[in-house]
């Protein structure tokens, strides 16, 4: 759509204020009179049988309220699960605290609740835990054929899932035809979200009405309130759940933990507030990890230099108790694995491993290797067949006259524009000029790459829980609007562009307009913010509601003005006769109407301005798609990194806000840096994590990021608004991308690196392999 009065333009973010500023409130910020502090005791052995607990001492420290053990709070809440998947999930039984064995080094064991925190952890150090370990199952291949050791002995096995092989007698056929197969294997290593605020909450119980109250730091408080309901015994109507600022998420908030479950049965139990902030060394040894993935590819390319074929073979860590059933992505991996590209045949298959370290759960893009995978398998084939990347990139790719074009996968491609962010991103880059300046470098002994990397992004996915979003809106009796909408903004701006929205589509000032989503007995049913559909899912219902009242608002200003409806125009919460600017009603008085006076309302027409609209956009996936390209130079006698440009052609269809829009993707290109270059959540071989502190889980800083140049080309999606997600893309594209910016610089040594991250002595040492610099 052209941009309009609010839509399309970089809205000022009404967000920020209160955190520039200082007032931002936070789960830590909230104190609730007679609140009490939890500390968890946490195994320091990856597997093992727990033999015996004294908390005999713990118990007698002076401030102590309650040590609790499995045999306390296990037998109130049952084994966890989220709603999504339900209680018959085929996943090993996860309980609140380790129960008989511990499974993972940080798992919870017991916790401790006392007068302050510092009382709390004193008390928690002096619980004595003994366990009689045994071997630990780290490595995720291994673990697939070990029979002895097993991480959940009851499954007779450490195959968490296991996806068969799609290929069949046409893969093979086009495999036995083609003039070149190329293969090749792709790692990524462990990494976790790291938000800025780690997980936490302040839960009560009031024994007199039998009502539960939390404030969370949450990406989905709705699903905190169905699963507090469920695990407490509470009568859902007896629940409320808050959330105020949340400092990210990036998928480790959407489901609620075992270790904020057991504070809110701890709050039962002791009929009295408990809090819980997690500190950081906590968030990175016991909350929910992903990336740990491994994927063999063959691509099968003709005499043209076509790609028609590819096979992929996909193994994945979940740990020891994945969130949400196994927490594969072999799903969307089989969907999306061939890309934007004209691959017409595929064998996909994938196998998740339980091993003893943290579970894996959603993290931005959980699906993305392959991406990854993918992008780095097209340069691979490129240079086997000894032709340009780009142009290799440019035959293969879909184009807009073959839409729709059906995947392998099974997704069918359309309203997208593949080739179209090849060639912004190309021009943007200046392509032919960098390979002229990457061959003069050579000469002089320096050594630049370029990366590109081209992606379709699932997003607005609508299935089960996630398929709909309801806006509520309401005009008041002084003329102002309330949206309320069961999001979970922990950082998407989703206040501004909602009141964008309906701003826009209702004809009111933005100014007029505020936004509620903290109060789960306030607002309506939601599922959250995750998977890139806030835009499309929350934007609809926001625009479908603003219609319905803009209509009623018509409706009686029509009434008040002696004028047809279809006569009304609405700008800025005044109601036009369309042609006489002077004869207006502002929204104060058509409210003042619908409230107050009902007599002076239209025949038939219910007094109140209100409105409700749930929305499930027409697909299942919403397809935004962009293309990364980077470029680096690589210090040969190092082995540090260090970017010379950065360029994103995204296309997301019309923005709601382009500055929110440039921002998510900025964020997910750092963070997907960060797993190309710096992140490894390493374990040794007896299970114990290697990166407990910032000093070992390196993440990227400001110094060492490019300034990201970002492109838009704009294709409308089918769904309301025409809108695409985009708060993915950028992580999904940059892994890939900066993976072959590397290959590409270190390519003229004779070296080449296929696990990331790329740090400087994995850089050295493939090098080294290849013969030195």
Known sequence: MTAGRYVGQSVARREHRPLVTGHGRYVDDVTVAGMAHAAFVRSDVARGTITAIDVEDAQAVPGVFAVYLAADLNTVCGPIHSTLMGPNAPMPPMRALAEGDVRFVGEPVAVVVAESRAVAEDAAEMVVVEVAALPAVVDPVAALTDTENLVHPEKGTNVAQAMPDTGGPDVDAAFAGAAQVVTGRFAQSRGTNVPMEPRGLVASWEPGTGEFTAHVSSQNPHEYHAHFARVLGIDHHRVRVLTDQVGGGFGQKVFVSRDETCVAVAAKLLGRPVKWIEDRRENLIAANQARNEIVDLEVAVDDDGAMVAMKARHVEDVGAYAINSHASASG?????????????????????????????????????????????????????????????????????????????????????????????????????????????????????????????????????????????????????????????????????TMRQLVAEYLGCDIDDVTYSQHDTT????????????????????????????????????????????????????????????????????????????????????????????????????????????????????????????????????????????????????????????????????????????????????????????????????????????????????????????????????????????????????????????
């Open 332 to 496: 969307s991996m089989s969907n999306f694995i061939t890309g934007p590209y004209r691959i017409g045949h595929l064998g996909f298959s994938s196998t998740s491993a339980y091993t003893n370290t943290v579970g894996r759960a959603a993290y931005r893009g959980p699906w993305l290797m392959e991406t990854t995978a993918r992008e780095q398998m097209v340069d691979r084939v490129a240079r086997a067949i000894g032709m340009d990347p780009l142009e290799f990139r440019r035959r293969n790719t879909v184009t807009a006259a073959e839409f729709p074009f059906s995947m392998p996968g099974g997704v069918p491609i359309d309203r997208v524009s593949l080739t179209e962010v090849l060639d912004q991103a190309a021009e943007m880059m200046d392509y032919d000029g960098f390979r002229v300046r990457q061959a003069a470098a050579l000469s002089e002994g320096r050594h630049l790459g370029l990366g590109i990397s081209a992606y379709i992004e699932p997003s607005g996915i609508a299935f089960g829980a996630l398929a709909t979003e309801q806006a509520n809106i309401r005009i008041d009796a002084a003329g102002k609007v309330r949206i309320m909408m069961g999001s979970g903004d922990h950082g998407q701006n989703t206040a501004t």
């Open 522 to 773: 306030a607002t309506p049913h939601g599922s959250g913010t995750a998977g890139s559909r806030t835009a499309v899912i929350f934007g609809g219902a926001a625009i479908g509601a603003s219609k319905r009242l803009r209509e009623k608002v018509a409706e009686i200003a029509a009434h008040l003005l002696e004028a047809s409806p279809d006569d009304i125009e609405i700008v800025g919460s005044e109601a036009f006769v369309a042609g006489t600017p002077s004869r207006s009603v502002g929204f104060a008085e058509i409210a003042a109407a619908a409230y107050l006076a009902p007599d002076r309302l239209p025949p038939g027409v219910e007094p109140g301005l209100e409105a409700v609209h749930r929305y499930r956009p027409p697909s299942l996936f919403t397809l935004s798609n962009s293309c990364h390209m980077c470029t680096v130079e690589v210090d040969a006698a190092t082995g540090m990194v260090t970017f010379d440009r950065y360029v994103v052609s995204e296309d997301c269809g019309p923005m709601i806000n382009p500055t929110v829009v440039e921002g998510q993707i900025v964020g997910g290109v750092v963070q997907g840096i960060g797993t190309a270059l710096y992140e490894n959540m390493a374990y040794d071989p007896d299970g114990n994590p290697l990166a407990s502190t910032f000093l070992d889980y390196v993440l990227p800083g400001a110094a060492e990021m490019p300034e990201i140049e970002i492109g838009h080309i704009e294709s409308p999606s089918a769904s309301e608004g025409g809108f695409k997600g985009v708060g993915e893309g950028g992580t999904i594209g940059a892994i890939a991308c900066v993976a072959n910016a590397v290959n590409d610089a270190i390519a003229p040594l004779g070296a080449h690196i296929d696990r990331l991250p790329m740090g400087p002595s994995e850089v050295l040492a493939a090098i080294d392999s290849a013969g030195g610099a």
